[in-house]
């Protein structure tokens, strides 16, 4: 699975950052319930950025329980269709690796989920590979080091996958990484839905949006120890204002995000919100506000445009474009255009 670069719509969300801020910091702001909801549904159906995403299904919450959710669009996914997660899938292994670790990550963990190990020249898996074997393919480069990409932050699978091998999962296929994975998030239970279409820890993930929710949750309640972890050991993934720290990345270059332990932080200065976020190529939009205290999600999972030369309509591009004006008309209670 290949990671390819994509644009996001700021214009709007610039205009918007004084008012998200108040909203999210100051207690004497009370949206009534009802008017945040409304205002969610309406910008998910009419807001410009949102319609090119359906159909979709979305949802906020907080730690304890969903708040709100709805479906947009003809024949959209349900909370409980199973969707590929793509790079959502990378925040499940980052939490992995903070249950195993008891929260105390090493050093080298944190070059790892950082991108910086310079393990760089990994494409993808096949179905029936060990994680191992996919590790060490020759579509993989035989899992090599790129010494060029050591102590550089490079957005590529290949981190995941090595470090994967080095936490003991190397023999492990589809169904017995599913369950080592569900096993060392058990805070969240035994029970949710966990699929790998392969062996990649850090794309092929496949699950639904209420029970990645649960997730979502446990690191908002406390539960998962990455919770604590959000946004730590952060590091530019802009090429172009971090020259000499990045070498390449799918955010867009107007925009400076960082990258922390499996997940983005979306602290761009001009347009950023400061959440936390990890979203899949196919459109799977998994996102923690700053203050930790909401989650959302923006379910879909679409193949076209997948590769398309104007990287805006690409499937990740378009959820972030709408997720994040939900997100400001639920912290708002103004509906986005």
């Excluded at 949710?192 to 639904?208: C, E, H, K, M, T």
Aim: with cysteine; net charge neutral.
């Amino acid at each position: 699975m290949r990671h390819t670069p994509f644009t996001l719509h700021a214009s709007a969300l610039s205009l918007l950052l004084p008012l998200l801020s108040q909203a999210a910091t100051d207690p004497n702001v009370r949206i009534p319930l009802a008017q945040r909801t409304a205002a969610a549904h309406l910008t998910a159906r009419q807001a410009a950025a949102c319609q090119p995403a359906q159909p979709f299904y979305w949802e906020i919450g907080n730690g304890e329980r969903m708040l709100a959710s709805g479906q947009s669009g003809a024949k959209a996914p349900s909370a409980h269709t199973n969707l590929a997660l793509a790079s959502a899938s990378k925040w499940l292994y980052g939490a992995y690796v903070a249950e195993q670790r008891q929260g105390a990550l090493t050093a080298q963990d944190i070059r790892f989920l950082s991108f910086q190990s310079g393990y760089t020249r990994f494409r993808m898996c096949m179905p029936g590979q060990t994680v191992a074997e996919c590790q060490a393919s020759l579509l993989n480069g035989l899992g090599r080091m790129d010494t060029a990409t050591v102590g550089l932050f490079d957005y590529n699978g290949g981190h995941m996958q090595k470090h994967a091998t080095l936490m003991g999962l190397g023999a492990l296929n589809n169904e017995g990484l599913a369950m080592a994975i569900k096993l060392a998030l058990r805070p969240i239970g035994p029970d949710w839905s966990l699929s790998y279409s392969q062996p990649q820890l850090a794309g092929g993930g496949v699950s639904n949006a209420s029970d990645y929710a649960r997730f979502l949750r446990g690191m908002i309640k406390g539960d998962l120890k990455l919770g604590a972890l959000l946004g730590q050991h952060a590091v530019c993934a802009n090429p172009q204002t971090c020259p000499g720290q990045a070498v390449s990345t799918p955010i867009p270059l107007s925009e400076t995000w960082h990258y922390a332990l499996g997940h983005w932080v979306e602290d761009d200065p001009k347009v950023g919100d400061g959440a936390f976020s990890s979203p899949g190529a196919f459109g799977f939009y998994p996102w923690i506000d700053a203050s930790k205290s909401l989650y959302g999600i923006l379910a879909r999972d679409s193949r076209d445009n997948e590769t398309a030369d104007t990287s805006d309509l690409r499937p990740g591009a378009q959820s972030v474009n709408c997720g994040r004006l939900i997100r400001a008309a639920w912290v708002t209670g103004q509906a986005q255009p």
